[in-house]
Structures are given as C-alpha cells and as structure tokens.
C-alpha cells in the first residue's frame, strides 16, 4: 500500500509556501519593489517621477520596450495605439447579450475574452510581430470596452473614440459625453485619471499578474490570458478593494464614527479595507500621489470638504497611530484614497476595478510578453502537499456501511 507520508519525507524536490510569500516564481526586468522602504520603480524609475511627469502612454511604451521613447519612437506609439482604439462592429452585439444590472467587471471578463475570436491574425504567441499587435490592440481596446460596459450599466448608447484626443481624454469623453450635448473634458479630471492609470500600470507578481503568466505558460492567446488576469483582479482582496474601500467609507459616515470602527477592526469583525500589502510593510508610494489626486480633484469638481474624504482621512490618522496597525505594519495602500477621487470624477463603484484593469493591462501584457520571449520558459506547474486519504481498495456500492 502507498505511503504518502513516507513518500513526502523520502522527496527533497520541493517547497511547500503557501501563498507564495517568499517563492520568486520568475525573472523580471520591469519593476522593482522594496515593501520595507516603500519604493517601486517601473524599469527604473520612480513612481512619484512617472507620475508627476510621465503621461499614462509614455510609461506604457517603457514598460513593454524597457526604455523611454524618443520623440519620434512616441509619435509612432501613440498614432499606432490610436489605430487600434475602434472595435468590430459585430463586437457590440456582444454586450447587449449581457443583463444591464450585470456587473461591469463580469462584462469585461466576458468581452476581453472575446477578443480571440475577432482578432485572429495576433494569436500566434511564437510570432513577434503578432505579439505586438496583439499589445497594441489591447492598451488601445481596453478603453472602449470598459465605457461600453460602462454605458450599458446606465442605459447610454455607445461612444466611438474620437482619436484626436488623448488616450485619457478619449477615455473620459466615451464614459461621459451624452449624444446632442457637447462634452468638453476638463483638464484637472484628465491628468488625475491619468495619473490613477499609471500608478495602476504594473506591480510585479500580484494575484492577477501571476494569474496572466500561469495562464500563458501553457500557451494560450494573450486575449484568454489578460481575461484570466481580469477575472483574478476582481476579488475584494486585490483589484476589487477600491470598490469595498468606499463602501467602508459610506458605511461609517462621519469621522465622529471612526473610533467605534476600528474598534470592530481589532476585534476582527472586518478588516480595513484599502488597508495593508502584502509587500509593502511601509506606506504604498502610490497612495501619496493618490491623495494628492483626490485633493486636486475634489477641489475641481468634487467638495474639498466631501465628508468621505474626512473620514478618510481620520481613519488614516487613527490607525497610524494605533498599536494594532503599528505591529503589524498596516498602511494605506493605492486603493484607500483611489475611490473618493473616481467618485468625484462621476464613476460609481462598480467601475472602480474596470478601470484597474484597464490600466494593468499594459502590466500584464508587458509580464506577458516577457515570459514568452525568455528562452528557459517552461510551463507553470506549482506541486501540493497531499493530505487526503491514503490508497485505498475500492467498495461496491451493495457492500459500502
Ligand atoms: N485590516 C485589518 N487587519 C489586517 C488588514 C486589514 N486591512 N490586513 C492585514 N491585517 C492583519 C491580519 O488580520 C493579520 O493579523 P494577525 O497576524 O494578528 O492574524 C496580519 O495583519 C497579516 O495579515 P495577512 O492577511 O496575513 O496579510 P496578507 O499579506 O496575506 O494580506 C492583504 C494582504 C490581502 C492586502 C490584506 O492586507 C488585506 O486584506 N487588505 C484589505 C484589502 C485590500 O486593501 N486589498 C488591496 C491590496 S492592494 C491591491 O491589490 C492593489
């Protein structure tokens, strides 16, 4: 009979981590993260310097090409990202097959799905070209896909891009322009969004990254695979922490209440949503900007004093200074100020992790692409400490007890 103990204690192969907390799965050149300094470069660089003087596009060219663009390689960028903005036309049937209270992030999971059986001449992943194309069409889609699903949810027709503007502004102008009425984008909405896009573009080997590389290890198209990464996204502990972060905020509606929040916090009736990383035991670098966007925004088109953003901050005060959070290293990360500001800006909630995904999607791609051009890539196959039952002779069904 099978010893699975004895075969377990008899076998040095392998490395039981759940949760991967210290297991590197791959080799990366694209961002670095030091959790304990609070640092991330992407290639390099900075967060807060991409952020306050980088645009969106700028650091997607240098995150798939691990340099910043010339002037001209730009120009070229940007006019072949705007090629690739427009949709099938057959591919708006695909959205009205949906209910309209379905959740934008289920429509996203089934749409970008769909882009393999509409775009067939880039799902050859041994062809170079092919590959990039197919991060063309992507970081160029992902746009006008998230403001249909967006504009289903509330009834709208669709928005056509309107290439003359800025891949953000274009963005903004799909979610927001109604027919028969003029839309002019404001500025301060547009560089904050943009801004939000970058310090969403990448992070290393989160949940919805791996996601992406486990799903292209065994060679699927990059279209199932960023589907595959939208879908892991989604969860309230990753992606999914925006949209459960003001919701939080709601709920405890005034700073007068934060206290008796926390309270509930350290007697682990819910956790801090928007609160704590599983890298940075510092304060997420991405947070800082993030409340400096939220500050800018509401002053342009919010209320400098939304009672939300008061709460927000309180809550932050009081858990900066309290024991439980102190030990345990609990800071904000990028999702604690990030819903107040997509609020102010007209999102509702269930649009908060679409436009994550919209803008990881140049992440995912980048990781993507790079496994697939590292020669010693092999299929991901992660192993698991069996603690079933031990072999066993079967029973018929008459004799079972
Ligand atoms: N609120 C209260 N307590 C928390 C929180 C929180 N947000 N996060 C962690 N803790 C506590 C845990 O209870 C645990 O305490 P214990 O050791 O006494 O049991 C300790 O801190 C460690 O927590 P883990 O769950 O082991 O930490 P892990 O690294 O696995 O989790 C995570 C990281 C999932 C992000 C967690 O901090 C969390 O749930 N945060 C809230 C959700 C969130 O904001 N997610 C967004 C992450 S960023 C992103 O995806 C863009």
């Not at 952020?51 to 691990?66: N, Q, T």
């Not at 290439?163 to 839309?183: G, Q």
């Not at 439980?324 to 102010?344: E, M, W």
């Amino acid at each position: 009979v099978l010893d699975i103990r004895k075969l377990y204690a008899e076998t040095d192969a392998f490395t039981y981590d759940p949760g991967f907390t210290s297991t590197a799965s791959c080799e990366s050149k694209i961002t670095f993260i030091d959790g304990d300094a609070g640092v991330l470069l992407h290639r390099g660089y900075p967060i807060g310097q991409l952020a306050e003087k980088s645009s969106f596009l700028e650091v997607c060219y240098l995150l798939l090409h691990g340099e910043l663009p010339q002037a001209a390689e730009y120009e070229k960028f940007e006019t072949t990202i705007t090629r690739h903005t427009m949709l099938h036309e057959q591919f708006d049937r695909f959205f009205s097959g949906f209910r309209r209270d379905a959740h934008p992030m289920a429509v996203m999971t089934g749409a970008v799905g769909a882009l393999s059986a509409f775009y067939h001449d880039s799902l050859d992943i041994h062809d170079l070209r092919q590959r990039e194309i197919s991060a063309h069409r992507l970081i160029a889609k992902m746009p006008t896909i998230a403001a249909r699903a967006f504009k289903y949810s509330v009834g709208q027709p669709f928005v056509h891009p309107l290439n003359k503007l800025s891949y953000t502004e274009n963005f903004l102008r799909m979610c927001f322009a109604v027919p028969a009425e003029e839309y002019v984008v404001n500025p301060v909405v547009a560089k904050a969004m943009d801004r939000i896009f970058i310090l969403h573009a990448d992070h290393e080997q989160n949940a919805s990254t791996s996601t992406v590389r486990l799903a292209g290890s065994s060679g699927a198209n990059p279209f199932a695979c960023i589907a595959a990464g939208i879908a892991c996204l989604w969860g309230p502990s990753h992606g999914g922490a925006n949209e459960e972060a003001l919701n939080m905020l709601k709920e405890i509606g005034t700073p007068e209440r934060v206290k008796e929040f926390v309270a509930g916090v350290k007697d682990r009736k819910y956790r801090l949503m928007g609160f704590g990383h599983r890298v940075y035991k510092n304060y997420d670098p991405r947070a800082t900007v993030m409340k400096q966007s939220a500050d800018e925004v509401l002053a342009a088109v919010g209320d400098s004093n939304d009672p939300l953003f008061q709460v927000a901050k309180e809550l932050e005060q009081v858990a900066l200074n309290d024991d439980f959070f102190i030990s345990r290293k609990l800071y904000p990360n990028v999702d604690f100020y990030s819903g107040i500001t997509l609020s102010a800006m007209g999102f509702p909630t269930t649009m908060f992790t679409v436009l994550f995904a919209l803008a990881r999607t140049v992440g995912w791609i980048a990781q993507w692409k790079e496994m697939i051009e590292d020669p010693s890539q092999k299929i991901g196959r992660p192993r698991q400490l069996y603690t079933g039952a031990t072999q066993r002779d079967y029973v018929p069904i008459s004799s079972r007890g």
